[in-house]
C-alpha cells in the first residue's frame, strides 16, 4: 500500500491569488497524478506528474495555470494560480505504486477543499 | 477517448441487494476498478477486474465482461454506512492514470 499525506486539507482563498497544494509520499513513485473533483462531479484528471520532466497535462487543463512540481520520487505540490470561483473544488493527489510490479490500485490522498470567494 | 456511464443516482433499503452498473468504451482496456467515496473523503478502493468473470470480496462483489464493455458492483446486505458514491475508473493503455466515471450516488434508507 502507499500512505499519502496532502496538505492543506482545506482553505478559503481570495480570488487572483494562488495556492500550492502539497503531496507527500512515504515510499518512491514513478508517476504521481493530480484529479480535480467538482461539486457533485466525478475525479477529472489535471495533469501526470513525473520526476525529472515536466508534467503532462490533460485537455482544458494548462501549465500557466496549474503548474506543478516534482522534485524527487516522494514529492509533489500542485498550485491553483489566479484563482476564480470557478476553481472551487476538491483537488485529489494519487499515485498507483506497484502498477510497475502488476498490482495496479491507485491510492488517493485525503484530498484538498479549496473554496474561492 | 473514453467513455464510462454509469446511472447517477440509485436507492436501496437496508439488508437489501443493490447493483451498480458500469459501461465502457476504450481502446487498450487494462483493467477496472470500483471505488468508494462518502462526502467530503477522498475514493477508497473497492475492487479491481481484469478478467473476465465475478470478484468476491466480502459484501461487495464485482463482476466483468470485456467483451460487453461491462462491469457491475454488487452490494450485499446493505447497511447505511453504504450510502456513498461509487466511482467506476478504467485504466487503458493509452494513458497512466485512471479514467473515472461521473459515480453513481447511492442512498440506503432504513
Known amino acids: 500500500s502507499a500512505v499519502i499525506s496532502q496538505k492543506p486539507s482545506r482553505d478559503i482563498c481570495q480570488r487572483g491569488t494562488s495556492l500550492t497544494i502539497q503531496c507527500q509520499v512515504d515510499s518512491q513513485v514513478t508517476m504521481m497524478f493530480w484529479y480535480r473533483q467538482q461539486p457533485g462531479q466525478s475525479l477529472t484528471l489535471i495533469a501526470t506528474?513525473?520526476?525529472?520532466?515536466?508534467?503532462?497535462?490533460e485537455s482544458g487543463f494548462v501549465i500557466d495555470k496549474f503548474p506543478i512540481s516534482r522534485p524527487n520520487l516522494t514529492f509533489s505540490t500542485l498550485t491553483v494560480s489566479n484563482m476564480s470561483p470557478e476553481d472551487s473544488s476538491i483537488y485529489l493527489c494519487s499515485v498507483d505504486k506497484d502498477r510497475e510490479r502488476g498490482n495496479t490500485e491507485a491510492f488517493f490522498g485525503q484530498g484538498t477543499r479549496l473554496t474561492v470567494v | 477517448g473514453q467513455n464510462i456511464d454509469q446511472p447517477t443516482e440509485m436507492t436501496a433499503t437496508e439488508g437489501a441487494i443493490v447493483q451498480i452498473n458500469c459501461t465502457y468504451q476504450?481502446?487498450?482496456?487494462?483493467?477496472l476498478f470500483w471505488y468508494q467515496q462518502h462526502a467530503g473523503e477522498a475514493p477508497t478502493f473497492l475492487s479491481y477486474?481484469?478478467?473476465?468473470g465475478l470478484e468476491e470480496k466480502g459484501r461487495f462483489s464485482s463482476f466483468l465482461s470485456r467483451s460487453k464493455g461491462y462491469s457491475y458492483l454488487l452490494l450485499k446486505e446493505l447497511q447505511m454506512k453504504d450510502s456513498a458514491s461509487y466511482l467506476c475508473?478504467?485504466?487503458?493503455?493509452?494513458?497512466?492514470?485512471?479514467?473515472f466515471g461521473k459515480g453513481t450516488s447511492l442512498l440506503v434508507t432504513p
Open positions: 506528474a513525473n520526476q525529472g520532466s515536466e508534467a503532462t497535462y
Open positions: 475508473a478504467v485504466y487503458s493503455n493509452s494513458g497512466y492514470a485512471l479514467n
Open positions: 477486474n481484469v478478467l473476465d
Open positions: 476504450t481502446s487498450g482496456f487494462n483493467g
